[in-house]
């Protein structure tokens, strides 16, 4: 089994700035693929960046240029920083790790861009 923990949403001002972590337990393979998904109220769930565990890295459009998604393979743990954040950014966000074909979700952690 696999367990992810997140931490680190909150609330924050329009152009301000989150850093999220999901730590990862449990039987981790060493080929995965880490990311992290965001649901808006009433929206389905949709990616928001992933990073295999080569370093390869994939933005959703709406994203790119303002969020940077890394890891830490000694500590199976993802980031995902948040620069110049818009009011549309709101939404509950989900640790992602997908590996031998089978995928695991953390519980969220909503982030909330507002003034």
């Known amino acids: 089994q696999v367990q992810l923990v997140e931490s680190g949403g909150g609330l924050v001002q329009p152009g301000g700035s989150l850093r999220l972590s999901c730590a990862a337990s449990?039987?981790?393979?060493?080929?995965?693929?880490m990311g992290w998904f965001r649901q808006a109220p009433g929206k389905q769930r949709e990616l928001v960046a992933t990073i295999t565990n080569l370093g390869r890295t994939n933005y959703a459009v709406s994203v790119n240029g303002r969020f940077t998604i890394s890891r830490d393979g000694a500590k199976n743990t993802v980031y995902l920083q948040m620069n110049n954040m818009k009011p549309e950014d709101t939404a509950v966000y989900y640790c992602?790790?997908?590996?031998?074909?089978?995928?695991?979700w953390g519980q969220g952690t909503q982030v909330t861009v507002s003034s």
């Open positions: 449990g039987n981790i393979f060493s080929s995965n693929t």
């Open positions: 992602n790790l997908d590996q031998m074909w089978r995928g695991y």
